[in-house]
C-alpha cells in the first residue's frame, strides 16, 4: 500500500501541480488510513471494502476525530481511491458512499442575566467616560448591534426618547432597530451630562467618542468591554460577540415585537 500511495502522491505533484504542503496533508492521511488497515490485517489496497472503509471511519469518530478533521481524510482518500480506479489497481472504489459527517454546531457562549447585570453595572462612576461605556454597553446588548455599527452610529442616527436606532447601510436598505427603557435611559444620560465632555471643544456628528472626541476604533470597543469584564470578574473572556449572544438568547421574538409596537406607536 506504501508504494501505491507514493505513485499517487507523485502524480499529484507533477501532473496535477499541488503545493509540497497539500501533497504533505495527503500523505499524513493516507499513511494514517494505511496504519489501521495494516493494525487489523489488510495489507492490500485491493482488499478494502466499502465496509472496512465505513468501520475505519468510526474507528476515527471513537478515537475523538473532530468531523471537521474525518471530512478531511474523506477527501484525500477519495481523491487516492478514484486516481486507483483509473490506473486498475481496484475494481471498486470503495470510497464511493462515504458522506462527510454532519458539521459539528459550536455552543455559542453567553451570559447568564445576573452576569450581564453585573456587567453593565461595572462602569459605575459618574465620569464622562463611564456614563459612555455604560451607553455602548447597554446598546449592544439592547440591541444585538455589532461593533462597526455602534461606532459608525450619529447622533442624528438615534432617537432616545422613542426608542430605535437607524443603522445605516452601504450593501442594503437602512435598517431601524428599536431598544427598550434601559437603553434609553443610558443614551439620554450619555447625551446629556457625557458626550458634550468629550467632545470638548471639537465637532463630530458621530454619537459615541473617545477621550480626545474622536472617532472610536474597533480595537478602544473591544479593549473596553474586555477590561470591564475583568472587573466584574466574570470568568468568560468577554467579548462583542458574547455580548450579542447574550442579546439573542435573552431577547424573544414577542419582546422585539412590543418593542416594534410601541415604537410605531409613539412615531
Given at each position: 500500500?506504501e508504494?501505491s500511495?507514493?505513485?499517487?502522491?507523485e502524480?499529484?505533484?507533477e501532473t496535477?501541480g499541488?503545493?509540497?504542503n497539500?501533497?504533505?496533508s495527503?500523505r499524513r492521511?493516507l499513511?494514517?488510513?494505511?496504519?489501521y488497515?495494516?493494525?487489523v490485517g489488510?495489507k492490500?489496497?485491493?482488499?478494502?471494502s466499502d465496509?472496512n472503509?465505513n468501520s475505519?471511519l468510526?474507528w476515527?469518530?471513537k478515537t475523538?476525530c473532530a468531523?471537521?478533521?474525518?471530512s478531511r481524510?474523506?477527501?484525500?482518500?477519495?481523491?487516492?481511491?478514484?486516481?486507483?480506479?483509473?490506473m486498475?489497481?481496484?475494481?471498486?472504489?470503495p470510497?464511493?458512499?462515504?458522506?462527510?459527517?454532519?458539521?459539528?454546531k459550536?455552543?455559542?457562549?453567553?451570559?447568564n442575566?445576573a452576569?450581564?447585570?453585573?456587567l453593565?453595572?461595572?462602569?459605575?462612576?459618574?465620569s464622562?467616560k463611564?456614563?459612555?461605556d455604560r451607553?455602548?454597553?447597554?446598546l449592544?446588548?439592547?440591541t444585538?448591534?455589532?461593533?462597526?455599527?455602534?461606532?459608525?452610529?450619529?447622533?442624528?442616527d438615534?432617537n432616545a426618547n422613542?426608542?430605535?436606532?437607524i443603522v445605516?447601510?452601504?450593501?442594503s436598505?437602512?435598517?431601524?432597530?428599536?431598544?427598550?427603557?434601559?437603553?434609553k435611559?443610558?443614551?439620554?444620560?450619555y447625551?446629556?451630562?457625557?458626550?458634550?465632555k468629550?467632545l470638548?471643544?471639537g465637532r463630530?456628528?458621530?454619537?459615541f467618542?473617545?477621550?480626545?472626541?474622536k472617532?472610536?476604533?474597533?480595537?478602544?470597543f473591544w479593549k473596553?468591554?474586555?477590561s470591564?469584564?475583568?472587573?466584574?470578574k466574570l470568568?468568560?473572556n468577554?467579548?462583542?460577540?458574547?455580548l450579542?449572544?447574550?442579546?439573542?438568547?435573552h431577547?424573544s421574538?414577542?419582546?422585539?415585537?412590543?418593542m416594534?409596537?410601541?415604537m410605531?406607536?409613539e412615531?
Amino acid at each position: 500500500m506504501e508504494k501505491s500511495i507514493e505513485q499517487f502522491l507523485e502524480f499529484m505533484k507533477e501532473t496535477k501541480g499541488i503545493s509540497d504542503n497539500t501533497v504533505d496533508s495527503y500523505r499524513r492521511d493516507l499513511y494514517k488510513m494505511k496504519k489501521y488497515f495494516d493494525s487489523v490485517g489488510i495489507k492490500q489496497i485491493a482488499q478494502i471494502s466499502d465496509i472496512n472503509m465505513n468501520s475505519y471511519l468510526l474507528w476515527l469518530e471513537k478515537t475523538g476525530c473532530a468531523s471537521s478533521t474525518i471530512s478531511r481524510y474523506i477527501s484525500a482518500m477519495k481523491t487516492y481511491f478514484h486516481y486507483m480506479l483509473q490506473m486498475g489497481s481496484v475494481k471498486k472504489d470503495p470510497t464511493m458512499l462515504l458522506k462527510n459527517p454532519v458539521k459539528e454546531k459550536r455552543i455559542q457562549p453567553v451570559l447568564n442575566n445576573a452576569q450581564i447585570n453585573t456587567l453593565l453595572k461595572a462602569p459605575a462612576k459618574d465620569s464622562a467616560k463611564e456614563i459612555r461605556d455604560r451607553a455602548m454597553l447597554e446598546l449592544m446588548y439592547g440591541t444585538g448591534l455589532r461593533v462597526s455599527e455602534i461606532i459608525n452610529l450619529r447622533v442624528l442616527d438615534v432617537n432616545a426618547n422613542l426608542g430605535y436606532v437607524i443603522v445605516n447601510s452601504e450593501k442594503s436598505k437602512d435598517k431601524i432597530v428599536p431598544f427598550g427603557d434601559s437603553v434609553k435611559k443610558a443614551i439620554n444620560y450619555y447625551l446629556s451630562f457625557s458626550r458634550d465632555k468629550l467632545l470638548k471643544e471639537g465637532r463630530s456628528e458621530l454619537l459615541f467618542l473617545n477621550c480626545q472626541g474622536k472617532a472610536m476604533s474597533r480595537q478602544g470597543f473591544w479593549k473596553i468591554i474586555k477590561s470591564y469584564g475583568e472587573q466584574a470578574k466574570l470568568s468568560e473572556n468577554i467579548t462583542p460577540r458574547i455580548l450579542r449572544n447574550s442579546y439573542v438568547a435573552h431577547t424573544s421574538n414577542e419582546d422585539k415585537n412590543n418593542m416594534l409596537l410601541q415604537m410605531n406607536k409613539e412615531l
